[in-house]
């Protein structure tokens, strides 16, 4: 006899067998136990959730001459000969290959003669959504006042183009995915049954890898177990199978991409190409492990949720401090865009390098969401590259041959700045704290501020005055400023106004302000004598 594969081999063949449906097999088999049985269903799920399993145990069910509890018996004529596939009374339509108006009126014109065994004629037509709107017009008439002893059942995975008419004259039971942990215990049942050895993690992940579908995971474990034949099926086994990649690099991928280092990112890319890893699986399997980290970072309660070992969930909290909400979510656009663009690409993995690039290099980008990362990275260049850039620029004002040549330009004589006549003390003790204030602002301000100079102001404000306006402009905004002040009272528990303003062109700062933090060394100096 032929190898027959699992998912028909172990087809369920009555409603217990049946895996993550419950309320659908429930209301069933309540209808069969009643007799009252509709006339059309509607089933509608994505692949492999058991519409077309549902719809056969149920045309056994309906014309079982024995029902156990609404199940069919499987020993009776009836049964064998529908299992068997020999029954008059069971008629399977493909509705992909069979979608025209001939093929419909066919079924109308044979529903006319009663069945010549058992209580029903149960039609089942998969994958509905492939007819005509002529041949969906064509059944609309029997779907209406079929005869008594007529059955439809109709499949689809594409609910949305089914035509509101027929719509209305079903009973619609929607399939829902297959959990995680309820395709996992059906693989070990089976496994057992084919006394296998295969490793619990390899059974979990062939589980998730199914994405719902109870078919796909026995279609995967077949590939797997046939590859490995009398051999223990690892979890590293069955990565090799599906040219899959372990979490642990996509661990070291993100934190890469973290860094922006384009290179390490396309150097782990050329090492999994080189191993044989499918690119389209690693952009699935990366998309998954962003939307785990996305779940860590909503909430601190997500492990029942992540099935995942506590190893692994521990080092997702560990990454979840290191990224934030919206380059999680932009990096999960990108993968998301590349996945649909994976398909028909003939070049994939230059889609996919592009792709890390991108998020490598966030002014590569135009839309809003790299806005922030753009910002960062500009932040990160700053703080490398301003305090050199200030330390040269000093060393410049500090005077050459060629600066003191220069002729000096003519200025109007100056009004001598004055300090206010009752300089809060509030306002003194934080300017002469202000540059161990800096740590705990933001990378960018904290940039900025570094050459700030301060003195006072009208209405005891704290006058920080920056060399020009493109720096005034950026440490001036309303967040800035709130930081600012937010962080001083934090620190010393008083509130203190913040103004920020620039030095005009060509003015020195002691021509226009009272260095606040030189007069505060001065007294302080003085004290000490």
């Not at 998912?7 to 069969?32: M, S």
């Not at 529908?82 to 529903?111: P, Q």
């Amino acid at each position: 006899m032929s190898y027959m594969a699992l998912y028909r081999k172990f087809r369920p063949d009555e409603f217990e067998d049946v895996k993550g449906q419950d309320a659908i097999v429930r209301t069933l088999k309540n209808q069969i136990k009643s007799d009252r049985a509709g006339h059309a269903y509607l089933f509608c799920g994505t692949r492999g959730t058991g519409k077309t399993t549902v719809a056969k145990i149920f045309a056994k069910a309906v014309n079982c001459e024995h029902p156990v509890d609404g199940s069919p018996c499987g020993e009776c004529a009836s049964c064998r000969s529908i299992a068997a596939g020999t029954s008059m009374n069971v008629i399977e339509i493909d509705a992909a290959s069979n979608n025209g108006v001939d093929n419909i009126r066919e079924i109308r014109e044979e529903v006319a003669y009663r069945p010549t065994e058992g209580r029903y004629k149960v039609y089942i037509i998969d994958e509905v959504h492939m007819l005509s709107i002529g041949a969906f017009n064509a059944l609309l008439k029997t779907l209406e006042e079929p005869p008594e002893y007529v059955i439809f059942i109709l499949a689809t995975t594409e609910a949305n183009k089914i035509p509101v008419t027929i719509l209305s004259r079903c009973q619609r039971y929607d399939f829902k995915r297959i959990s995680i942990e309820t395709i996992a215990d059906r693989l070990r049942e089976l496994i057992a049954k084919e006394q296998w050895d295969v490793e619990d993690k390899a059974v979990r992940y062939l589980a998730r890898a199914a994405d719902g579908s109870m078919r796909d995971a026995l279609s995967l474990l077949d590939q797997c177990a046939a590859f490995y034949m009398g051999e223990k099926l690892t979890y590293d086994h069955v990565l090799e199978v599906l040219g899959a990649v372990d979490t642990e690099v996509f661990s070291r991928l993100l934190r890469e991409l973290l860094a922006m280092d384009a290179k390490k990112v396309i150097e782990t890319v050329d090492e999994l190409v080189m191993q044989g890893r499918d690119i389209s699986q690693l952009a699935a399997d990366f998309t998954w492990y962003l939307r785990n980290l996305l779940l860590v970072s909503s909430s601190e309660e997500m492990e029942d949720v992540l099935d995942m070992s506590t190893e692994n969930l521990a080092r997702l909290k560990e990454e979840a401090q290191m990224v934030d909400m919206d380059t999680l979510l932009r990096y999960i656009r990108v993968f998301s865009d590349l996945g649909s663009q994976l398909r028909y690409a003939t070049q994939k993995r230059v889609l996919l390098e592009v792709a890390l690039i991108k998020l490598c290099r966030p002014a590569m980008e135009t839309r809003p969401d790299a806005l922030l990362d753009r910002i960062r990275a500009v932040e990160k260049q700053l703080e490398e590259g301003m305090e050199t850039l200030a330390a040269n620029a000093q060393a410049g004002r500090g005077g050459g041959s060629q600066a003191a040549d220069r002729p000096e330009p003519v200025r109007e004589p100056a009004a001598k700045p004055r300090l206010p006549e009752a300089l809060n003390e509030d306002v003194k003790a934080v300017a002469g704290d202000f540059r161990s204030f800096l740590n705990d602002m933001s990378p960018m301000l904290r940039t900025y501020l570094k050459q700030a100079r301060l003195s006072a102001g009208e209405g005891n404000r704290l006058l920080i005055v920056l060399p020009d306006e493109l720096s005034a402009s950026v440490a001036g905004t309303k967040e800035h400023k709130e930081e600012i002040q937010r962080v001083i009272a934090e620190k010393t528990g008083k509130t203190v106004e913040v103004e920020v303003r620039s030095l005009e062109n060509g003015r020195r700062f002691e021509d226009q302000y009272v260095d606040l933090e030189s007069l505060i060394h001065m007294e302080i100096t003085v004290e000490d004598e």
